[in-house]
């Protein structure tokens, strides 16, 4: 039995040329044990009739915010409580705008903005609206918001371009329903814990177009995550601009600099337990400069002068609102061990995974990981293990940790 068996989900379609999958995913849905509520916002209906998705759903298909039969049944606010999931497939540009703005002009907008139901959305648009700041700031809004993100895919675009924007194919938008049903439904370890987890590397602006950054690719802050969020740990993810795509199922904070996420990290306290696993950039400018800095005629380079950032992991271990348990990491080109222990002293972090990240290690990037995990009771070396391997240990020692 697959975690949507016996599941509600009310399937809002918005306006595109995507909507047509919206009927294949209605399909899957219940085919996997499912039932299926569709609505469609007013330019969805360009695309699919009411008619066919709500035959294949057997639910009719609801389109009007004052459909007053329908209102005076269940209402608006009922309806988008009803359910188990609320999937929102194809998200256009102008419907993630206005779920990030909580605009609610239509029954669509009115049920995500009235739900206490989890969001999942699936963007679908023209690659240059997908890149656009606007989208860009919309979607980090909603993923912040706590909204689960599927997609885009790159590919050839139905416009003729070519790059993300194409909705997610509906059988991963199924298995990412599936995903996030099998989580809520683990019996984790970790259940009723909330973690903080920082991820990636950060980056500090010299002038407009240049930064000081580092090569962290985040996989193994996001495995981490993954692995929390699978023993059923609550998890705010901050990162960095990293590589990697971001974990299914936590609140996600997107951040730049060493500075934003010092603030994100302190913003998501009270938290159980926290794990440093960001390469935040020790220094930034002294100064920003607005503009962009120019070569001198006689090719003296500038002087870039820099301030310290913030510790995080220092200030959240000696910080007020201290979590139970802080752990960091170290990465270190030589004495490994030494360097290690003597930053978990220093910095009052209960616990360090200490790695070493010399260019013959292959970790920085890498899908593999070496550890020693010290904690106040020694050292504890670990076999050289995928990074996701890494995650689940780690999350299994938490658990123990916590007497799970
Ligand atoms: O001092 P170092 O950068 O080697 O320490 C690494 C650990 O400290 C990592 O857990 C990293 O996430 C954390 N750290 C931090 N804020 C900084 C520097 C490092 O949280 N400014």
């Not at 915010?65 to 929102?88: K, M, N, P, Q, Y």
């Not at 602006?205 to 690719?217: C, G, L």
């Not at 950039?281 to 003296?300: F, N, S």
């Amino acid at each position: 039995m697959t975690g949507i068996a016996g599941k509600h989900v009310l399937l809002i379609v918005t306006g595109g040329i995507a909507a047509y999958k919206a009927l294949e995913l209605t399909r899957l849905i219940q085919k996997a044990g499912g039932t299926v509520q569709p609505i469609l916002t007013r330019a969805a209906t360009e695309f699919v009739t009411p008619l066919s998705i709500g035959t294949l759903a057997g639910h009719a298909a609801l389109t009007e915010l004052f459909d007053l039969t329908r209102e005076a049944e269940i209402g608006h606010i009922e309806l988008s409580r009803s359910a188990d999931l609320i999937v929102v497939a194809p998200a256009s540009a102008d419907f993630l705008a206005k779920m990030a703005q909580g605009h609610a002009d239509d029954l669509a907008s009115t049920t995500v903005l009235a739900t206490d139901t989890e969001i999942m959305i699936a963007p679908a648009m023209n690659v240059r609206m997908w890149e656009a700041p606007a989208t860009r700031r919309n979607v980090a809004q909603l993923r912040s918001d706590g909204v689960h993100v599927v997609g885009p895919d790159e590919g050839d675009m139905a416009c003729g371009e070519f790059g993300p924007g194409r909705m997610a194919e509906p059988q991963a938008i199924l298995e990412a329903i599936t995903a996030h049903f099998d989580a809520k439904a683990a019996r984790g370890r970790l259940k009723g814990l909330k973690a903080v987890v920082t991820s990636g590397p950060t980056r500090e602006w010299i002038d407009p177009v240049r930064y000081i950054s580092n090569e962290s690719s985040g996989r193994q802050g996001t495995a981490i995550a993954k692995a929390l969020i699978a023993e059923g740990a609550e998890v705010v993810f901050v990162t960095g601009p990293a590589k990697a795509p971001r974990p299914a199922g936590c609140r996600i904070i997107e951040v730049e600099t060493a500075l934003e996420m010092d603030a994100a990290v302190q913003d998501a306290l009270p938290a159980d337990f926290a794990v440093c696993v960001a390469a935040v950039a020790d220094w930034r400018m002294a100064e920003a400069h607005d503009q962009k800095l120019k070569k001198t005629p006689d090719g003296t380079p500038p002087t870039l002068e820099l301030t310290a950032n913030p510790d995080i992991l220092a200030g959240l271990s000696q910080g007020d609102q201290r979590p139970r348990l802080v752990i960091g990491f170290a990465a270190e080109t030589e004495n490994l061990e030494a360097n290690a222990a003597r930053k978990r002293k220093t910095k009052g972090c209960d616990w360090i995974l200490a790695n070493d990240v010399s260019a013959q290690s292959g970790t920085f990037g890498g899908p593999e990981n070496s550890v020693i995990l010290l904690t106040e009771s020694g050292a504890e070396p670990w076999p050289s293990l995928p990074k996701s391997k890494v995650g689940h240990r780690l999350a299994a020692r938490i658990a123990s940790h916590f007497g799970r």
